[in-house]
């Protein structure tokens, strides 16, 4: 079945600093993946779309100049939290659209702790 | 504001029996419908897909779908201490690639 690889797993930053989280899909071609964050005991909250090529879209609420996505080929997006603080501590999960269901392949996770 | 409901739960149920997990939505023009299985600390995993009004089997695992009364709903049979987790229904948000995704309802299985 379809894969995606999302990187780092954890990650522990100084509030201030920027992260950047890879995800990749390894055996199709994701025109489109998808950024959500989830707080403990909570559910998936939609973050932004990003498609290959184009701007991404955010939800509202979600600052696009915090969190920088940048999907530049068809298997590749990447989410940059930039100047990161406490409360950015979260557990972040992409997805990419699967083109033979319509549903989605989610990454690992990457559980970002800001000191 | 588009929704998708689940009971939080949690909803315990002895091993072997059947488990059932609902989920509402309020868009009537969703058309595609999943269930996700999420263990702690861990990713989304999908179990099922439906588009169509209706039963759909896959091993364990039913999925029902009433379009009609906006539910869609997952039966596990043989329920299995393995099968605690926590339960996402995703639904697709019309006209895009979208989907909202319920609060998940956390099922215990007791052995």
């Known amino acids: 079945g379809a894969v995606v690889s999302q990187h780092p797993s954890r990650v522990i930053c100084k509030s201030g600093t920027s992260v950047k989280i890879e995800c990749r899909s390894l055996?199709?071609?994701?025109?489109?993946m998808f950024w959500y964050r989830q707080f403990p005991k909570q559910s998936l909250m939609l973050m932004a779309t990003?498609?290959?090529?184009?701007?991404?879209?955010?939800e509202q609420g979600v600052e696009k100049d915090k969190f920088l996505i940048n999907h530049a080929s068809l298997t590749l997006s990447t989410l940059t939290v930039t100047s990161a603080h406490p409360e950015d501590s979260s557990f972040y999960i992409c997805?990419?659209?699967?083109?033979?269901?319509?549903?989605?392949?989610f990454g690992s996770g990457t559980r970002l702790t800001v000191v | 504001q588009k929704e998708v409901e689940q009971n939080s739960g949690p909803l315990s149920v002895p091993e072997g029996a059947i488990a059932s997990l609902n989920c509402t939505y309020s868009?009537?023009?969703?058309?595609?419908f999943f269930w996700y299985r999420q263990y702690s600390g861990k990713s989304p995993e999908l179990i099922m897909f439906?588009?169509?009004?209706g039963d759909k089997e896959d091993g364990r695992f039913t999925a029902q779908l009433n379009k009609a009364s906006q539910y869609v709903s997952l039966l596990i049979r043989d329920s299995q201490p393995s099968d605690s987790a926590t339960y996402l229904c995703?639904?697709?948000?019309?006209?895009?690639?979208?989907?909202?995704f319920g609060t998940g309802t956390r099922l215990k299985v007791l052995a």
């Open positions: 055996d199709f071609q994701a025109t489109t």
């Open positions: 868009d009537r023009g969703s058309q595609s």
């Open positions: 439906i588009y169509s009004n």
């Open positions: 995703a639904v697709n948000v019309r006209g895009t690639y979208k989907y909202i």
């Open positions: 990003s498609n290959e090529g184009s701007k991404a879209t955010y």
């Open positions: 997805s990419a659209r699967e083109p033979r269901t319509d549903g989605y392949t």
